[in-house]
């Protein structure tokens, strides 16, 4: 193998493994992107099945009073 052709794979090398860094940065980026908005759907579905628990009392405690008329 000649210098400038291992010069030249060294460096395609080099590239690659730079590459490889940046796509796992990006990763780890995503994947704490996702934790986060898993964290955030759960606290949204705990506010909405307490909302809808409020709603139904609510209800409940108006058709008690329709019916007491």
Do not use: P, Y
Not at 12 to 38: P, T, V, Y
Not at 46 to 57: F, G, H, M, P
């Amino acid at each position: 193998m000649e210098d400038a052709d291992l010069q030249k794979l060294t460096a395609r090398f080099e590239l690659l493994i730079q590459r490889l860094e940046q796509l796992k940065a990006h990763n780890r980026l995503l994947l704490a992107n996702e934790k986060a908005w898993r964290e955030e759907r759960g606290q949204l579905i705990e506010k909405n099945e307490l909302a809808r628990q409020k709603v139904e009392s609510m209800i409940l405690r108006l058709k008690a009073l329709e019916q007491d008329t």
